[in-house]
């Protein structure tokens, strides 16, 4: 059997949400040993995250569907670090650690005792990350924010959505970049630790994460003096670009054509030729000049097919097309499905519960969880046992002293 990338690495959790404690997530796919620290009662807001309108409120020992999206294969340990006893147990687990990653308010980790500089001093090596809005310095650090402010003040939301309407909102897929481009800062950090022996720091804001990203759209301005803004579903450097209507209800096909031969390509596959050379269309230029006429013509055709058989006839003469999927369509899709991207994981106490798979393949490693998102304290007995040694009747009287959790215990409230 293969091992995996980062077998062997051990993970403190501290994320919460999803722009912290998906970053822990992904290094858990990829093999590392990702343990999730929680206060008994003051626990992970994304237990109670409520991401479907109208559904009961969630149980927080299970947590709410945003949670098990971003805490899949990961251990529980519910324990008290405000209590002297109970951060007596963090470090010991600091001590073991090649990873801390927390995503509180700045300023937070070292009111509780679990600053860098405390925890570099028992464990020098450790790759140490703090994710927040505005970074940990700085005239706006304690400024409070989520996805939907980091993704406007990057100027991604005066970027995307329709002319003349207001900048677009955003919310999980942003707190998914932020977190992707945290996995790269650690990832590189034990590289250099592997190469120099030296742990480090990383101090990651938000919303500079999301500019990254918009690089060229700076530079556009810098070097041009243009300033980018809402264009809807056109693109500059393609024509056409849009979704069309297909015959489903609500059910639509994506074209891009970016250069000539794509465009011969498309009037092929809907049988109209004659468009090639058509002065309207002739051109690039022209095309973006009669994009509505375009768009008219392109709408007659999809709209007596499938929206799939419309994109896998355009596919057949050179043309980027694919259906428009929601997420229904998504998980039955016959690509997704055949590619294992859908996972399904036994669940404690739901029965079952769906994940992701990794979206890149290693030809000489494993990727990928067989567990769940853990219930609040799941694993508190056993990361006390094996872990640190801890014996029964000390394990019992932490429980007695509300310094840890057991999963048992949250049948009678403190």
């Known amino acids: 059997m293969k091992s995996k990338i980062l077998d062997g690495v051990k993970v403190l959790d501290f994320g919460t949400y999803v722009a912290g404690a998906a970053i822990s997530m992904v290094l858990a796919k990829m093999g590392a040993e990702v343990i999730k620290i ?24 299970i947590g709410a569907e945003i949670f098990s999206a971003a805490n899949i294969g990961k251990k529980s340990l519910s324990v008290d670090v405000q209590q002297d006893e109970g951060r007596e147990i963090v470090f010991d687990l600091i001590k073991q650690a090649d990873i801390l990653i927390e995503n509180m308010s700045p300023g937070s980790m070292v009111k509780r005792g679990l600053g860098y500089e405390a925890v570099r001093a028992v464990n020098p090596g450790i790759v140490y990350l703090s994710s927040s809005s505005c970074g940990q310095t700085g005239p706006e650090s304690f400024f409070v924010g989520y996805a939907p402010t980091f993704a406007q003040k990057s100027g991604l939301g005066h970027l995307t959505g329709y002319p003349g309407t207001p900048p677009s909102n955003f919310i999980t897929s942003i707190d998914m970049r932020s977190a992707t481009m945290s996995i790269g800062a650690v990832l590189a950090a034990l590289f250099h630790r592997r190469a120099t022996g030296k742990g480090q720091y990383i101090d990651l804001a938000s919303q500079e994460a999301i500019a990254f990203n918009l690089g060229d759209c700076y530079l556009d301005y810098i070097v041009n003096g243009d300033e980018q803004g809402c264009s809807g ?3 500059e450097g393609f024509a056409p670009q849009d979704a069309y209507p297909t015959s489903g209800s609500d059910e639509w096909v994506a074209v891009s054509v970016s250069n000539d031969e794509e465009w011969a390509g498309l009037c ?24 509505d006429a375009l768009d008219s013509l392109i709408s007659a055709w999809t709209q007596g097919r499938d929206n799939y058989a419309a994109a896998e006839a355009l596919q057949r003469y050179g043309v980027p097309s694919a259906p428009c999927l929601n997420s229904e369509g998504c998980f039955n899709d016959g690509y997704y499905r055949e590619r294992g991207v859908f996972v399904e994981l036994e669940h404690r106490q739901t029965g079952r519960d769906f994940n992701l798979s990794c979206p890149w393949r290693f030809s000489e490693a494993e990727t990928g969880v067989t567990t769940s998102a853990p219930l609040l304290g799941e694993h508190t007995v056993m990361v006390l046992k094996n872990k640190l040694g801890v014996d029964d009747d000390r394990i019992a009287e932490l429980a007695d002293k509300r310094v840890i959790r057991r999963l048992f215990d949250y049948d009678n409230p403190f």
């Open 38 to 61: 929680e206060h008994p009662t003051k626990v992970d807001g994304g237990r109670y995250f409520l991401a479907v309108p109208g559904a009961s409120a969630p149980d927080a020992r």
């Open 233 to 235: 579903n056109r693109r």
């Open 268 to 291: 092929r596959a809907m049988d109209r030729s004659e468009l090639v050379d058509d002065p309207r269309f002739a051109t690039y230029r022209q095309r973006v000049e009669n994009a």
